[in-house]
């Protein structure tokens, strides 16, 4: 819908928009492992939301239809950079019960973005898809700030 509306692309760009996210979701679930393995899991996760935030402000300032692909790749893996990361994250603070805290930490995830989903409708009616993306740059600050509280968990 950003792509159509607010940057006046046909559906075949913005269908190409949505495939580089989702390719860079891929890419970014796989590098979580890797820097989580290289620095740890609660690094990885603060990293993750470290660099979301400018690449979802690139994505929501760059001008054009073909400049932000760059930046949709680029959000797509910031975005799933901590995720995998985050389920076993759970795993290991509650380890006598994986699958358990893996069903707590999606179903947590999936749940919050279900309450929040009317809150960004409404922004969308107000203020259309560019008052979203704004919105949605803001929310990875909230879970660095959250995730300064986590500690790696005792082996």
């Known amino acids: 819908m950003f792509w159509i509306r607010h940057l006046g692309a046909g559906k075949s ?3 190409a928009a ?3 996210f989702l390719v860079g979701g891929v890419s970014g679930t796989l590098l979580g492992g890797r820097i989580a393995d290289r620095v740890g899991m609660v690094r990885t996760v603060q990293f993750g939301a470290i660099v979301a935030v400018p690449a979802l402000v690139g994505l929501r300032l760059t001008p054009g239809e073909y400049p932000p692909l760059v930046f ?3 959000a797509g893996i910031a975005l799933n950079i901590p995720f995998a990361v985050l389920v076993k994250l759970g795993q290991d603070y509650l380890p006598t019960r994986p699958g358990t805290a893996a ?3 999606l179903g947590l995830a999936v749940s919050i973005g279900g309450l929040l989903a009317p809150v960004l409708g409404v922004a969308a009616e107000a203020w259309g898809p560019q008052g979203v993306f704004t919105i949605i740059c803001l929310i990875p600050l909230v879970a660095l700030a959250l ?3 986590l500690t790696e968990p005792q082996k």
Do not use: E, K, Q
């Open 13 to 15: 760009l913005a269908g």
């Open 103 to 105: 069903g707590v930490t």
């Open 147 to 149: 995730g300064v509280f």
């Open 72 to 74: 949709a790749v680029l």
């Open 18 to 20: 949505l495939a580089c």
